[in-house]
Structure formats: structure tokens, C-alpha cells
């Protein structure tokens, strides 16, 4: 049974944990992700971005297969499926389709237009007992020449937002999606903490977990943030496992060619990475 991310995000930020969401690819990784929730007795969230979501066939066909999954191989920790930097369409479909949980990604409108969609699907996420998360825009980008410096929000318009009843808040805080550029100045816990300071007891958000030092992590957390999403990571590892299997020449041994033998390296580095962070983030056990 999937849930909303409230309860398991309102524990972690009084536990002072964070639970991970795990962006999905495709079945593979799915299966990988909910394996090692259940085995380290985890909460977990699991992550589609739109492209993700278009590339599965569709967001009915993925409350299916994750609801299934979750069936069929008895996992009884709490499992949220969160629409990841939804479009305003998109978690009106997303609702449709049966997430239990939607990011309403409203940064790049005028803080008003921002507030007045967020409203609306506040209203909606209440009525169907949905978590719903909110981004904040972002002043970073380029700085006296240099750039890299990931995005900053202004901890004001978070509050501005946090009050109109969403259930967590993603700010930026320094962080980046994908890689960090060698001259990234790291998090401002400055910001963060004003955040924290306005916004109370509200769950946090980390956009771009991946790449940022593990102190870090754990600095921010013990400021609130009780959700940290993953996604380059279990992609690079995947990748590189995936590599070195056919480098090896082992898809040219016996039935190696077979999707099932192929792949299966890559599924056990995702989940080593997945292992990996709930440690990090201190959710092992809180299921």
C-alpha cells in the first residue's frame, strides 16, 4: 500500500533523520530500491521526474507496477511514489494516476503565480490525503563573474510558502542537480537555518543529494532537512557496474546476453548506493 510522505517526514524531522527519496528508472530500479528498504527496515520514497514518467509508459502504468511490487515481494515499510519537479499538468495527473505523494515544482513562476497554484493543490492533496512539496525560488546563478555557486532561497518567500499548508518545503540552499562543478562553494547552513527558524517544525527538502560531501548531509539534517533525493548516484553506479560486466565480455559467456543476467550487476550496485545513504541519513530501523 503506498502512503503519503506526511508522517514518515514529520518523525524524521523530530527523530533529526532524513529519509531518502531514490528516483526510479524503470523496473530494475524499483525492485533494487523497495528490496533494500524493506531489508534495512526503512521508510523510502520513491521518486518519478516527468521525463521518468514518459519514458515507463505513463503514470498509471507505474502506480501498477509499484503497487504490485510491493505485493508481490511483501514490502511493509512505508512506501511513498512522489511526482518529482512536477509541472502544474503534470501533478494534476499524477494525482489522477494515484500517487500518493506530488512536488509541485512552481520556482520559475512570479512568487504570486507560485502561491496560487500552490493554494489549488493544497486544497486537492488535502482532500485525498496526498503529501504535497513545494520549491521556493532560487537567486544564485551567476555571482561577481562567478558561476556554480547552486541556488539560495530566500527564507521570507519560504515562509510565504510553508504557510499556505504544503507538507515540505524544498529550498536551495547552495545545492545543484547532477555533478558538482569543481568551484561549488558548498551548502550555506546560514540560509538554512533562517529557513528552519521560519518555517518550524515543517520537513525540509535537499535537492541533488548526490555529490554533496557526507558532513554536509549530515550538518543539514541536524538543521531539518528530512528528506534528501538521490538519483546521479544509483545512475553512475548502474552505469559503471553495467560497464564493466560487458567489458569483462561476460554477456558473450553462455546466456550472459540474457536482460536478467545483464543487468543484474548493475541492480546490486544500486542497491549497495541505497544501503549506503539510508545509513547516511540515519532511516535504517525507523520503519
Not at 145 to 159: Q, R, S
Not at 228 to 249: D, M, P, S
Not at 260 to 279: D, F, H, N, S
Amino acid at each position: 500500500m503506498l502512503v503519503s510522505a506526511k508522517e514518515m517526514l514529520t518523525k524524521a524531522k523530530a527523530g533529526h533523520y532524513a529519509v531518502g527519496q531514490f528516483n526510479i528508472n524503470n523496473l530494475e530500479w524499483t525492485k533494487a530500491i523497495l528490496q533494500t528498504a524493506q531489508e534495512m527496515n526503512s521508510p523510502v520514497i520513491l521518486g518519478v521526474s516527468e521525463g521518468a514518467g514518459k519514458y515507463m509508459g505513463g503514470y498509471t502504468t507505474i502506480v501498477g507496477m509499484v503497487k504490485g511490487m510491493i505485493n508481490e515481494l511483501g514490502i511493509t515499510v512505508p512506501v511513498a511514489l512522489h511526482l518529482d519537479h512536477g509541472s502544474y499538468e503534470g501533478a494534476k495527473k499524477c494525482i489522477e494516476a494515484g500517487f500518493s505523494s506530488i512536488m509541485f515544482d512552481g520556482s520559475h513562476y512570479p512568487i504570486a503565480e507560485n502561491v496560487e497554484k500552490t493554494t489549488e493543490l493544497v486544497g486537492i492533496c488535502n482532500e485525498l490525503g496526498l503529501s504535497l512539496e513545494a520549491e521556493v525560488g532560487a537567486i544564485g546563478g551567476e555571482e561577481d563573474g562567478v558561476v556554480g555557486g547552486g541556488e539560495v532561497a530566500d527564507p521570507k518567500e519560504c515562509k510565504m510558502i510553508a504557510d499556505l499548508g504544503v507538507t515540505m518545503l524544498a529550498a536551495g540552499i547552495g545545492n545543484i542537480h547532477g555533478k558538482y562543478p569543481a568551484n561549488w562553494k558548498g551548502l550555506s547552513f546560514e540560509t538554512l537555518a533562517e529557513i528552519q527558524e521560519l518555517t518550524g517544525t515543517m520537513p525540509l527538502v535537499l535537492h541533488g543529494g548526490s555529490g554533496i560531501p557526507e558532513e554536509m548531509v549530515k550538518k543539514a539534517i541536524t538543521l531539518g532537512v528530512s528528506k534528501v533525493n538521490v538519483n546521479t548516484e544509483c545512475q553512475l553506479a548502474f552505469a559503471e557496474a553495467t560497464r564493466k560486466y560487458i567489458e569483462a565480455g561476460k554477456d558473450l559467456e553462455g546466456k550472459g546476453f540474457d536482460p536478467r543476467k545483464l543487468l543484474a550487476p548493475g541492480v546490486e550496485a544500486i542497491k549497495a548506493t541505497v544501503r549506503e545513504k539510508m545509513q547516511l541519513f540515519g532511516s535504517v530501523d525507523k520503519a
